[in-house]
């Protein structure tokens, strides 16, 4: 297939898989209704520029895992992601997510081009969270309360962290 772009405005929810591993030709996704995904959503997506998911809610398991082309992301809606939240992704060095509340396993793994993060309301990580992210300089994250893994393990570049309400870190803080 040669498909460059997909809008699909009406669909509210996906399952598994959609546009795993999509061909390179695909270059725009609209999803303007998209409130839930399932696991692997647009994972391997390594050629898509454009990605509009205005109302997205709830993303699974490796959610835009191996992604290239973003520089910036945002994300307004989003309360909770699944494991593999964009772990292995480059060159983001934007992330807004003013909603998001828990992620439910491992992210930000190997992402080493993140700069800035924003997720003032964030409040448990269940796994490890922001592993191997080489220039993030500045971290706030006011309302964490727990990382039950790894937490900020190789951030050679970090110079501000504050986090008033972390009560459990498992391993490896600031390793």
């Known amino acids: 297939m040669r498909i460059k772009t997909i809008e699909l405005p009406r669909v509210e929810k996906v399952g598994n898989a959609f546009l795993m591993k999509p061909s390179n030709h695909l ?14 959503f647009l994972s391997h997506s390594y050629y898509i520029r454009t990605l509009e998911l205005p109302r997205l809610e709830v993303v ?12 910036t992301i945002k994300f307004p809606k989003l309360t909770v992601a699944g ?5 292995m992704s480059r060159n983001i060095e934007c992330l807004e997510l003013p909603e998001l509340r828990t992620i439910g396993g491992e992210a930000l793994y190997y992402s080493d081009d993140l ?6 309301k964030l409040e448990s990580v269940g796994n490890n969270f ?12 006011p309302s964490l309360v727990s990382v039950k893994d790894a937490f900020l393990y190789k951030n050679a570049a ?18």
């Open 83 to 87: 494991n593999h939240f964009l772990s």
């Open 130 to 141: 922001l592993f191997y992210n080489l220039t993030l300089r500045t971290l706030d994250l």
């Open 27 to 40: 270059v725009s996704v609209k999803l303007s209704s998209l409130r839930e995904t399932g696991s692997n």
């Open 158 to 175: 970090l110079s501000h962290f504050n986090a008033p309400k972390l009560k459990q870190v498992g391993h490896s803080f600031l390793y």
């Open 115 to 120: 700069v800035y993060l924003k997720a003032p």
């Open 60 to 71: 699974g398991d490796y959610f835009l895992r191996h992604i290239e082309n973003f520089t």
